[in-house]
């Protein structure tokens, strides 16, 4: 048995190489991504192709996997990440930045150059009617052929990453808890409600994220389909007001964050790679303060102006238009931001982009998680070394190393609970826990400046 021996800790030491089985698996990957590119084109169109695609993507990225950690030992293996192309804004990073990019505006814009067309679709959407039908009996979407892909991706990329924290129960159970709220609540059952002529809806999404909740058309279609409908719409308006603010409270953003969002699912999975590239700078904070704020407020004005104008059937309040409003906040967040920057820029900017700088459902539930809630990573500072892997891996860029040195609880807005910051400590330093609120400290970190120490507000 071939063992993967790496004595060195060393950031500069390069050790990995591809194994017979990584190449084979990355093999069948290129050719799944071969049938997707001839489908483009429309040059191929037959499910038995369809077929080979999967099996091509699923026998390949799990051989891929395995290739890469079956012979080692568990424990996090970061080694060589700054000097991989594609974890180190490479040459390779660029390019999958920009397909990912240019797939986004052609999902959002233009999506009639994937095949979209009324009477019978052609190209990439054509290629996956086959599936669609087989689940709702329509021919297949831009949105689902999106879906299909986003699922399986992680799916395949959250068994590689349990397979890497695989020492790690609260990282193996959290990747678990993200596949299945894909899997199950955001792609199956949706497509079988849309099958049944029922309202499409996923369960797990809510207002602000899905920000269409309030709008009319889909309050009248709630209203319009008897039992089902009101279930639909009181359960969006629970989750809103008592279901997230109970779970927020009891074990803070991270319930929703890093176990049930499919955005946040992405990030965990897909987004591995990338974690280390947040921006841990003061001024990256600064952003990241006016912007997540910003959203939020445009998301409340939005959906007030939408309910004002259901009730009084008027669009206009001041100078602001219900309509006009709802076309910019669609495509400025809805599209532009949580779409083509949150994921095309994922091997740029790291995993977090849009969950850091523009999610108004993280704005609520990170101020909430601040003031009211259980949660905080606790820190045995005598412990620390100083190495700031902790720091390295945060995807929200928090300087968590900073709070570690001075043994001070990690009570941030922004943390969503990935817990990888005390997954790579090699000294166990820190702990995310549940506590009674009163022991929670508040207070901010300790700084000594002019000769004083103050408490940074
Ligand atoms: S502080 Fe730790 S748990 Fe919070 S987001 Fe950063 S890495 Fe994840
Ligand atoms: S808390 Fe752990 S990972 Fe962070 S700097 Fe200290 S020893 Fe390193």
Same mark, same amino acid.
């Given at each position: 048995?071939?063992?993967?021996i790496?004595l060195s ?5 390069r050790?990995?190489?591809?194994n ?10 290129f050719l799944s991504?071969?049938?997707l590119f001839?489908?483009?084109?429309n040059?191929?169109?037959h499910p038995?192709?369809l077929i080979i695609?999967f099996?091509?993507t ?8 395995n290739g ?16 991989k192309?594609?974890?180190n ?6 390019v999958?930045?920009?397909a990912?990019t240019a797939l ?9 150059l994937l ?5 019978a679709?052609?190209g990439?959407i054509g290629?996956?009617?086959?599936? $669609? %039908?087989?689940l709702?009996?329509?021919p297949?979407s831009?949105?689902f052929v /999106?879906? +299909? &892909? ?12 349990i397979y890497k924290?695989?020492h790690n129960?609260?990282?193996?159970k959290?990747?678990?808890s993200?596949m299945?709220?894909q899997l199950?609540i955001a ?10 002529n029922?309202?499409?809806n996923?369960?797990k999404?809510m207002?602000p994220?899905?920000?269409y909740?309030f709008?009319d ?6 209203l319009?389909s008897g039992?089902?409908?009101m ?5 969006g308006?629970?989750?809103v007001?008592l ?10 953003k991270?319930w929703?964050c890093?176990?049930?969002c499919?955005?946040?699912?992405l990030?965990e ?5 990338f974690?280390?590239?947040? $921006? %841990? ?11 997540? /704020?910003? +959203? &939020?407020?445009?998301a409340a004005?939005?959906?007030g102006?939408?309910i004002?104008q259901?009730f009084?059937?008027?669009s206009q309040v001041l100078f602001l238009?219900s309509?006009k409003v709802?076309e910019?906040y669609?495509?400025?967040i ?6 083509v920057?949150g ?10 982009v849009?969950?850091r700088f523009g ?5 609520i539930l990170g101020?909430?998680q ?8 606790t820190?045995n500072g005598s412990q620390?070394?100083?190495?700031g892997?902790?720091?390295t891996?945060?995807e929200?860029g ?7 040195q001075?043994g001070?609880?990690i009570?941030?807005?922004?943390c969503v609970?990935c817990g990888v910051?005390?997954a790579?400590c090699?000294r166990g ?5 549940n ?5 929670k400290?508040l207070?901010g970190p300790i700084?000594?400046?002019?000769g004083?120490?103050?408490i940074?507000?």
């Open positions: 048995m071939q063992t993967d790496n800790i060393a950031s500069h030491t050790t990995s190489s591809l017979i089985k990584m190449k084979i698996g990355l093999a069948l990957v991504l071969l049938l001839l489908a483009l084109f040059q191929i169109q038995a192709l695609f099996i091509a699923i026998a390949g990225s799990l051989l891929y996997t890469l950690y079956a012979n080692t030992t568990a424990g996090i293996k970061n080694n060589g990440v700054m000097f192309s594609i974890s804004r490479g040459a390779i990073a660029w999958l930045g920009v990912l986004y505006i052609l999902l959002y814009w233009y999506p009639e095949g979209l067309h009324d009477n679709n052609t990439l290629f996956f009617d086959p599936v $669609s %039908k087989l709702n009996g329509h297949a831009q949105w /999106y879906g +299909v &892909l986003y699922t399986l991706t992680i799916i395949l990329l959250g068994i590689k990453f924290y695989r129960a609260y990282q193996v959290r990747t678990i993200v299945f709220f199950i792609f199956l059952i949706p497509e079988i409600l849309g099958g049944l029922m309202p499409y996923d369960f999404n207002w994220l899905n920000y909740f709008y058309w889909h309050i009248d279609q709630l319009g039992g089902f409908g279930f639909v719409l009181v359960w308006i629970l989750s007001v279901i997230s603010p109970v779970l927020t409270y009891f074990y803070g991270r929703y890093s176990w049930v499919g955005c946040g699912g990030a999975t897909a987004g591995d790679s974690r280390h590239l947040s $921006s %841990k700078k003061i001024s990256a904070w600064r952003i990241e303060r006016v912007l997540i /704020y910003s +959203v &939020l407020f445009f004005l939005m959906t102006l939408v004002y259901y009084t059937k008027q238009d309509f709802r910019w669609g495509f400025y809805g599209a532009a931001f949580s779409g920057i994921v095309g820029f994922y091997p740029i900017l790291g995993s977090r849009w969950c999610c108004p459902m993280a704005a101020i909430q601040k003031f009211f809630s259980r949660f905080r990573i820190t620390c070394i100083s190495c892997n902790c720091t891996y945060c929200m928090i300087d968590v190393r900073w709070y570690a001075r001070q609880d009570v941030r807005s922004s609970g910051c005390s790579v090699p330093v820190l702990k995310l826990e506590g009674p609120q009163k022991t400290k207070e700084l000594y400046q002019d004083q120490f103050k940074v507000e």
